[in-house]
C-alpha cells in the first residue's frame, strides 16, 4: 500500500510563498521517483514536477524559475517550495509517486488570493 502524506498548503497573497512537504515510507522514498502534480476548479490535472531518486528534477512549462522541487533523505519526503505565486496558482497539489502507475497524495489546497 502506497500512502502519501502532504502537508504546507495554505492562502497566500500573490507574490507570496508555501512549501507543500509529502512524507512517503523509506521503501517509496528510495526506490521511485516522486513529484507533484495539481488540479484547478473545472480544469484537468497538471504536472507540476517531478524529482528522481537521485535528485534529478523536471519541471512543468509554467513552473521553472518559481518552484523548486527537493528531496529530504532524513525524513523521506519530497518538499515543493513555492516562490513568486500568482492567483492563477490556485488549486489543489497531490504528491505522487511513480510506480508502474501513479499513486497520489489525498491533496492539499493552495489559495492566492488578495
Avoid at 509529502?22 to 480544469?43: L, T
Wanted: glycine share 12%; charged share 15%.
Amino acid at each position: 500500500q502506497v500512502q502519501l502524506v502532504e502537508s504546507g498548503g495554505g492562502s497566500v497573497p500573490p507574490g507570496g510563498s508555501l512549501k507543500l512537504s509529502c512524507a512517503a515510507s523509506k521503501h517509496i522514498f528510495s526506490h521511485y521517483a516522486m513529484g507533484w502534480y495539481r488540479q484547478a476548479p473545472g480544469k484537468q490535472r497538471e504536472f507540476v514536477a517531478t524529482i528522481a531518486i537521485g535528485g534529478e528534477p523536471q519541471y512543468g512549462d509554467s513552473f521553472e524559475g518559481r518552484f523548486t522541487i527537493s528531496r529530504d533523505n532524513s525524513k523521506n519526503a519530497v518538499n515543493l517550495q513555492m516562490d513568486s505565486l500568482k492567483v492563477e496558482d490556485t488549486a489543489v497539489y497531490y504528491c505522487v509517486a511513480l510506480l508502474d502507475i501513479n499513486y497520489y497524495g489525498q491533496g492539499t489546497q493552495v489559495t492566492v488570493s488578495s
